[in-house]
């Protein structure tokens, strides 16, 4: 059994602007670190704040993991996805 995946409001509209088919294996690759199976994934600690991102092609996705919750907290293009606001 996998953990709760939740997504902010910043991540849903990165998700809407990404092209169908990395969006679709976006939210599938996402679900599967949920369920802790993140054989193949390119995932990496982030240096400097809390969490870690996930690759699909120029597409990062930030997010951040306990051990219930696994929290996505923006999707966007590669380059301003680690900007801070």
Known sequence: MGKELIYTNKALKG?????KKQAVKMTVSLKEI????????????LHGMDGFRLRIGQF?????NDMVVMTVENIGPRGSIYKRK
Do not use: E, S
Not at 15 to 19: E, G, V, W
Not at 34 to 45: C, P
Not at 60 to 64: E, I, K, L, M, Q
């Open 34 to 45: 949920a369920a802790d199976n993140t054989a193949g994934l390119d995932i990496r600690k």
């Open 15 to 19: 998700l809407k602007i990404m092209p």
């Open 60 to 64: 990062r996705a930030v997010y951040t």
